[in-house]
């Protein structure tokens, strides 16, 4: 179906047919690999200790309290799980919905900010761009994260310019609640300092009252306040003030440390967005030297979105954590302006820049070039072992998993296309972009359907299946030198009874934040009354060496599987 005919449908039948076409993209597939350690498996596992123990108030992990994220993501997780079981597919189910929703929103919000015709080219990026679409497949919060605190930003913009300000005020101020509701108070910050600088923009002029901002703060502060209270009422002032202190303390942390080992240079979610969200990231190079309020007919809403994608790429690249998924509120920004660029080309406001072309041709040949090679390296592997100077690293790469030469033509196919569709770019645009998207498209299932498995064959696919084989077991179960949630998730941990010893020492530990490390000591040198068993990375095996009792029997792909016997 053409544009021109897609504008010409009845409005339900618009709407029903993004539904539809989001969800052919984004629901099939999402059980062909394992959740991925750490993000994936972490947020799946709080959903099924919420199911396991029925405490629905507070995410648990290992059955503990975890105090890293509230709940509503997880609630979403486990709503999915009842309906479809727990697993791969119903960890990942939400967010394809978020995704379908996605598509709907940015096509009716694009409409009434600029025109249909923006709208329908804001839906069309969103589900032909590589992360975008990618973390709509995916089982990590920050997709219903993003899109909370987008429709909070959308409605602060409604607020400016239309009447009836006390409901766009409230339901500003109730994604915004919910947005922290589901990963924390940073959707709050990101929100004020957008605000700031459109004031600092303004020239401090502003439409908004007061008034506004009281309906808008206590709408922010009900969804997570009410949870709050009610998981407080269920487990005790004493929960209540350690979840705030612990909670609080690790957002500081994040911004002023590097958590998890997760640094880089203060660049990295400019080289991800430009390459992670190619091709439509090149089109921001269009405004380059132009005008860009001009670029929509309704006044405000693009300056704005280029404050928010301003604000959201320097804090992310100012904090001391750096984490690809960070910077994906850009997303919507990123996009939006993509689709406003490609509407001024097609309607003949502006023309395709030089430079913009080479970006293009640049951009392309380098992830063109990443498809090609991941077959190729696949099949030299052996060529890797003396550049490497990783044990982990080399073990995962003796993994058994198959690639095929043939498994390049993918990678040439969409270089061909890239050029291909600059070339027809010169004198017929909209064709021109229908080729590099729908060859962007094409791209990505087929590196959804074959080398994401392969990747998670080297990268985890060994631990994984030495976890599932205790599922339902009476044992002790525990990583050793290294961070996971893979083992809870996939052995399927019930809270077995355990020696009185090992519960207080558990409960010793709770105003502690209980760290894994004090149990990790009991397992390894305590009367355990159970089988043990423990993995470690293949460079960590000379620390356990002197361990008594922990027998070392199998070694596969980087990782090494102990049993201590009781």
Not at 83 to 94: L, S, T, Y
Not at 98 to 111: D, E, H, I, L
Not at 403 to 422: K, M, R, T
């Amino acid at each position: 179906m053409g544009t021109v005919e897609f504008y010409k449908l009845p409005q339900w039948v618009k709407y029903a047919a993004l539904a539809a076409a989001a969800s052919l993209l984004f629901f099939p597939m999402l059980g062909r690999v394992h959740l991925f350690d750490w993000d994936e498996v972490n947020f799946a596992e709080c959903a099924r200790e919420m199911i396991v123990s029925k405490d629905y108030l507070r995410a648990q992990i290992d059955f503990m309290p975890f105090w890293e994220k509230p709940p509503f993501f997880i609630w979403m997780q486990v709503l999915s799980m009842k309906m479809f079981g727990i697993g791969e597919f119903a960890a990942r189910f939400p967010n394809a919905c978020v995704g379908v929703f996605t598509v709907c929103f940015v096509y009716n919000a694009g409409k009434k900010v600029a025109t249909e015709r923006v709208g329908f080219w804001w839906a069309v990026l969103f589900a032909c761009t590589w992360l975008p679409h990618l973390y709509f497949k995916s089982g990590i919060i920050d997709p219903a994260f993003n899109l909370f605190i987008f429709m909070a930003f959308y409605q602060l913009y409604l607020l400016n310019i239309n009447n009836n300000k006390w409901i766009h005020a409230a339901l500003a101020g109730l994604f915004l609640g919910v947005a922290v509701l589901t990963k924390g108070p940073v959707a709050i910050l990101v929100l004020v300092l957008s605000l700031l600088t459109l004031l600092v923009i303004k020239k401090g002029k502003t439409t908004y009252k007061i008034k506004n901002f009281l309906v808008i703060t206590l709408f922010t502060l009900l969804p997570f306040g009410i949870w709050v209270l009610l998981a407080t009422l269920k487990h005790g002032t004493e929960y209540g003030k350690w979840f705030l202190t612990e909670f609080l303390s690790y957002q500081v942390r994040l911004f002023r440390t590097e958590d998890s080992d997760h640094g880089g240079p203060f660049i990295y979610h400019f080289v991800v967005l430009l390459f992670g969200c190619f091709p439509t990231s090149v089109f921001l190079f269009q405004f380059m030297g132009r005008k860009k309020e001009a670029a929509t007919p309704k006044s405000g809403f693009t300056i704005r979105m280029w404050i928010l994608f301003w604000v959201v790429l320097i804090l992310f690249s100012i904090v001391r954590t750096k984490i690809v998924h960070y910077s994906s509120l850009c997303y919507f920004p990123l996009t939006f302006l993509g689709a406003t660029a490609i509407n001024r080309l097609l309607t003949g406001e502006d023309t395709l820049r030089s430079w913009v072309k080479i970006l293009l041709l640049f951009t392309g040949t380098v992830m063109a070039g990443l498809i090609i090679a991941i077959p190729i390296v696949g099949l030299n592997k052996e060529l890797l072992y003396p550049l490497i100077d990783d044990p982990f690293a080399v073990g995962n790469l003796h993994a058994d998993v198959s690639w095929h030469y043939w498994e390049c033509i993918p990678g040439v196919f969409y270089f061909l296309a890239v050029i291909a569709g600059i070339v027809v770019l010169q004198k017929k645009r909209a064709r021109g972009l229908a080729i590099i998207y729908g060859v962007q498209l094409i791209t990505i299932q087929i590196a959804l359907y074959q080398f994401v498995p392969k990747i998670e064959g080297y990268t985890q696919r060994a631990a994984i299946v030495f976890y599932r084989q205790f599922a339902g077991r009476d044992v002790y179960l525990h990583p050793i030198g290294f961070k996971s949630y893979a083992h809870l998730f996939y052995s399927n941990k019930q809270p077995f009874a355990a020696p009185q010893y090992y519960l207080l020492h558990r409960k010793d530990k709770d105003s502690n934040a209980m760290q894994p490390a004090a149990d990790e000591q009991w397992l390894l040198y305590g009367a355990t009354d159970k089988p043990t068993y423990f993995i470690s990375k293949i460079q960590d095996t000379a620390n356990y060496a002197h361990i008594p009792g922990l027998q070392e029997f199998e070694n596969k792909n980087g990782f090494v599987f102990y049993l201590r016997k009781q």
